[in-house]
């Protein structure tokens, strides 16, 4: 068994709304995956599935190689779960919090606690009344990251948190990674997992839109290009694969489908390449690509894939 | 910008939060007491019959106790009200103290009112939507009581003079609670807090009222809730009382208001001490996290329940003492002597004390679905503890928590009544007789847990119900209602004890039914989504 996750055509609706509609997750044991997709899109829901906390209505859930549902209280000995909301008990300290949820889950790593605690910057002695937002998301981080587990599951663990914590969040999961830990991580926030992610699985409207490695997304993603020619260009207008095209004098500013990289270059150096820049896609771009510039449907060249 | 400012739109925001209960609400206390009234009236259509009737309830210790006295025996209108006329106050009463601090301290620890509190909104403003919100709900409750019992014939003044009494009332409850609102940070603890002072009032009022006569009697002047039934609405028609109520409701809405500029948003009068950094080696499991939860609410009912028990014990042996007129020692001697006044009024106490215990288990047992709603019992069934291993934490809470608080009453009215008789006997017949009331309690809980597992949006069916069964229990006769229907009620199955004979098989059959509607609840909610 190499997949902490495998999940095949989930679907899950709540009354007329359809939060999962066919879904297909893939997690690999020791990789940090990353689940994107705008609000709405059902990472959440996924995840409440995952634990076992909702029944899907069809299709297929295998977590550590159980079943969410019928074995839910043994596999949650094996995995950690950090919620996007944190709401806590107000009159328990913080430091109540991390133990008692630590020791429901089969005890947690007391150095690493502390560790923990000094590196996050929080008092666990305040009331959790008296915490702020991101503190609160803080105390579920070290309650979860101290435990010793196999999976993580985080829904967008860093919501509330600084700069300074958000980066303190990444070396934690970098190390736990190489102790050949799994993590899902789910986002809105491209830079975190394009820091973090080796692979990507991007939903929309409950279904998969998109899976791969960053490496392998870019390849399929057009690459801009800019290049300063010797002479105008001929024959671009008319290629395929080529868009936005804008030609001012000698200087050129492109994107292209990967497919017509060849031919572009071709008529590039025909036209002789003084300097030339090409950039792969930024995951917004991908982003972009699949939900529009305002989350909105689709680009109509662009269908999503299911 | 003025202190007031956003004052009309949060009221109108209360006001459309509230749309369906509020109303709902009011109609059903109208209709009840309107109709109460009018089946009373049926009743006893002469005037000696209502002489006669009237005589007998203010001899019998448990009703003066329970309801106050009947002030004019011949009063149609007094003997129609004397029973739901009180109920009505206090569910006004209670109405005003929820509305309150629903609009105030609940806003602001869920995090809502900043949110109001960052647009155009005074720093006063809050609190006084709450409480015209809250006073204008009990006028318009006490003038629909008002036209509800003129409707049905009674007589205008006093019915008027009812309907402004539920509205002062009302006001004044409105007004403990703006304070209790701003002295702690949790509304639990502010609504907690606001309805103690309204059960204290109620046993002043009751030890007050049972002990007339004696200078104990004066204790019933001491009770915003004596002073309602000082107003002697048909018995006399005292305006004048209306005014001492007006006067503690300005008075403690001043307080209030002077509490609540002295503090920092969200915000109690105490600042939170810090916590422990780590927890105690206790604290390891759902049941531990939920009696941490729980605690303090328990030990406030606890205490409040031996006092029940110290006063209700004390009260038993003025049963009968001040029965002087014929009526009234036809039923003593129908009821068995002295001994037998006793034990009917210990009888009836406990029989109430199940029904407070049953309010006990069933907002133990709601925690369950305020966890889940909250999002609190997610981070937990994340972990290792199953569902049913969750569920049955508050469970057990609500279960031996309303077991405990019935011997704790038991066990009070007992070593007092044991004391005065001089009868060491007389301790475990008490105790027993309050223990009794245990399986009907857990009926409600088991109503509870049920709702919990199968349609958790409707909680509040746990609520109805109890209410349900308790006007069925004390309205049924009066309705003529079959037997068939009243013994509904699992209060209905409870033996009378003391005096009656203890009965196995209703106490199996209750916690039959109990365990049922538990398992039918978890088995609900082990099949259900949860959040």
Known sequence: MNAAVAIEKLSKSFGSTRALDGLDLEVKVGEIHGLLGPNGAGKTTVIRVLLGLLRADSGAARLLGGDPWRDAQRLHRRLAYVPGEVILWPNLSGGEVIDLLGRLRGGLDKKRRADLLERFELDPTKKARAYSKGN???????????????????????????????????????????????????????????????????????????????????????????????????????????????????????????GSLDQVLIALTSAGVISLTSQPPSLEELFLRHYGADGAAPRAEQPARS | MSALAGTAALVRLALRRDRVVLPAFIVILVVMVAASASATVKLYPDEASRVKIAAAVNSVTSTLAMYGPIHDETSSGALATFKMGIMGAVAVAVLALFLVVRHTRAEEETGRLELLGATVVGRQAPLTAALLVAGGASFVAGAGTALGLIAVGMPPAGSVLMGLGYGCLGVAFAAVAGVTAQLVKSARTAAGLAGGVLGVCYLLRAVGDASAGSGLGRLSWLSPVGWWQ???????????????????????????????????????????????????AGLRGPLALAWRLQRGSFFAWAAVFVVIGLVIGGLAANAGSFLTSPQAQDLITRLGGAKGLRDAFLAVELGFSGVFAAVFGVQA??????????????????????????????????????????????????????LQVGDSGRLGVIVVAALVQIPAAWVIIGIVVAVFGLAPRLIVLGWVALVGFVLLGELGALFDLSQTVMDISPFAHVPRMPGGDFAAAPMVWLTVIAAGLIAIGLAGFRRRDVG
Do not use: N
């Open chain 1, 136 to 258: 609160r998301q803080k105390v579920a981080l070290v309650a979860a990251l101290s435990s010793d587990v196999e999976l993580l599951l985080l829904d967008e663990p860093t919501a509330g948190l600084d700069p300074l914590m958000d980066a303190v969040f990444r070396e934690c999961l970098v190390e736990l990674r190489g102790q050949g830990r799994t993590a899902l991580l789910s986002s809105h926030i491209l830079s975190e997992v394009e820091a973090l992610a080796d692979r990507v699985t991007i939903i929309r409207d409950g279904r998969t839109v998109e899976v791969g490695s960053l490496a392998e997304m870019r390849h399929l993603a057009r690459l801009t290009i800019s290049a300063d020619l010797a002479v105008a260009p001929g024959g671009l207008t008319s290629m395929p694969g080529v868009h936005d095209l804008r030609v001012s004098g000698a200087h050129v500013d492109l994107m292209v489908d990967p």
């Open chain 2, 365 to 418: 047992a709601m925690r369950l679905c305020a966890e889940e709603s909250a999002l609190r019992a997610e981070p937990l069934l994340a972990t290792a503890v199953g569902r049913v291993r969750w569920a049955w934490s508050h469970l057990t809470i609500a279960l031996l928590g309303s077991a405990l608080l019935l011997a704790l009453v038991g066990v009070g009215a007992g070593l007092v009544s044991a």
């Open chain 2, 230 to 280: 000082q107003t002697r609405p048909y018995a006399g028609d005292r305006w004048w009382v209306l005014a001492l109520l007006l006067g503690l409701a300005v008075a403690l809405a001043a307080l209030a208001y002077v509490l609540a500029a002295r503090r920092d948003f969200a915000a109690g009068l105490l600042a939170d001490r810090p916590g422990p950094a780590t927890a105690a």
